[in-house]
């Protein structure tokens, strides 16, 4: 069976994680989304990637997460999708991306076939505590953080042109 990476919607991407994912719900925003699809068009597989959710896991101008990523249990389609978040990534300019998967019940397998990187416990445990409106629908095990570098040298944006009267003028009769 040949398969396809191909760009889908978030909504496409969350009647996935609705259906196949074992324990997180549907995703709220992301950055992009991807699907893994046979010549048939039937989707295998969906990644959602998106910023990083801990607030400390990074720069979310140059860091993306992958928020989501199921599979309906076809070969190669994790390894397919980690890669592809990873490609379209890098062609973006990001300087990294990473993931989380739970410690104990999860591998890592496709993220190491992917060449990622394993770097260790991250996060895991009940925050709700602290934070009374916090969800506790998810598991509270803990995490390992997996990531790939993309660009080591990046420029980054440090202005933005100047608007001028006749720019905003020119819209406007745009807008018209």
């Not at 969906?46 to 599979?71: F, H, N």
């Not at 060449?115 to 009940?126: K, R, V």
């Not at 629908?137 to 953080?145: H, V």
């Amino acid at each position: 069976m040949k398969l396809s990476v191909i760009p889908i919607e978030l909504t496409d991407a969350n009647a996935a994680i609705a259906a196949w994912h074992r324990h997180h719900q549907p995703c709220i925003g992301h950055r992009f989304s991807i699907g893994v699809v046979d010549e048939a068009g039937v989707l295998h597989g969906a990644a959602v990637v998106g910023r990083p959710v801990a607030r400390l896991a990074g720069d979310p101008s140059q860091v993306l997460e992958v928020t989501r990523l199921v599979s309906n249990g076809t070969r190669n389609v994790c390894s397919m999708l980690y890669s592809a978040a990873a490609r379209a990534g890098r062609e973006l300019g990001f300087l990294r991306i990473q993931t989380y998967i739970l410690a104990d019940e999860e591998t890592g397998v496709s993220l190491k076939a992917s060449g990622w990187t394993c770097e260790g416990i991250a996060g895991g445990g009940n925050w709700a505590a602290s934070r009374p409106n916090r969800r506790t629908d998810q598991p509270m095990g803990k995490k390992l953080r997996w990531a790939k570098e993309l660009n080591q040298h990046r420029p980054l944006l440090l202005s933005l042109p100047k608007t001028s009267d006749s720019n905003l003028d020119l819209f406007e009769s745009c807008q018209d």
